[in-house]
Antibody
Framework: VQLVDSGGGSVQPGGSLRLSCAAS????????MSWVRQAPGKGLEWVANIKQDGSEKYYVDSVKGRFTISRDNAKNSLFLQMNSLRDEDTATYFC???????????WGQGTLVTVSS | DIQMTQSPSTLSASVGDRVTITCRASQTIGDWLAWYQQKPGKAPKLLIF???NLQSGVPSRFSGSGSGTEFTLTISSLQPDDFATYYCQQCDTYPLTFGGGTKVEIK
């Protein structure tokens, strides 16, 4: 199992960024997937998750209406479209395989998003 | 939202010590609790799921217990590789939430 996060970078407040997670080594279309973030020097915060077929999505309140999680099962890829970015969105973003009530058993290496003017 | 409170936030211990970390949920979550270990610059690693089940490949010196609102992670004999930060996470209700972390340092 391998998850490779990409797409991070520096952006000004109000800007947009699209994160990607490339999955391999397992049947991607059979699993829920999540994004989890970690601000510099801080703890972990779950951001969003998506069902196998994309029919259900859940978000933490702080990103609702600004972030959109999506997936492309044909390309074994997970995405996070982040709009209207704020300073407080600065964090390393990890994708993770989501086993629902079991937890997150595999994680990407993380991609750093910095929101600053 | 369910608040997860870990204690202590920092713990100083020596190799061979028995270490216990506590996690309290602001409302009952059954046994839907996971524990993770994270080392600096790395992704978290799942240690325990469903409060007391050891994830495959995790050494047996790690154990978890509890249900409802009170949970513990125990390391029976601390090893050099165990110095890290540990997080609990409730997997019961959206939004999924983590504890603030417990950093295990070398004494």
């Amino acid at each position: 199992v391998q998850l490779v996060d990409s797409g991070g970078g520096s952006v000004q407040p109000g800007g947009s960024l699209r994160l990607s997670c490339a999955a391999s080594g397992f049947t991607f279309s059979s699993y829920w997937m999540s994004w989890v973030r970690q601000a510099p020097g801080k703890g972990l915060e779950w951001v969003a998750n998506i069902k196998q077929d994309g029919s259900e999505k859940y978000y933490v309140d702080s990103v609702k209406g600004r972030f959109t999680i999506s997936r492309d099962n044909a390309k074994n890829s997970l995405f996070l479209q982040m709009n209207s970015l704020r300073d407080e969105d600065t964090a390393t973003y990890f994708c993770a395989r989501d086993l629902k009530q079991i937890g997150f058993d595999y994680w990407g290496q993380g991609t750093l998003v910095t929101v600053s003017s | 939202d369910i608040q997860m409170t870990q204690s202590p936030s920092t713990l100083s211990a020596s190799v061979g010590d028995r270490v216990t970390i506590t996690c309290r949920a602001s409302q009952t979550i059954g046994d839907w609790l996971a524990w993770y270990q994270q080392k600096p610059g790395k992704a978290p690693k799942l240690l325990i799921f469903k409060a007391s089940n050891l994830q495959s490949g995790v050494p047996s010196r790690f154990s978890g217990s509890g249900s409802g609102t009170e949970f513990t992670l125990t390391i029976s004999s601390l090893q050099p590789d165990d110095f890290a930060t540990y997080y609990c996470q409730q997997c019961d209700t959206y939004p999924l939430t983590f504890g603030g972390g417990t950093k295990v340092e070398i004494k």
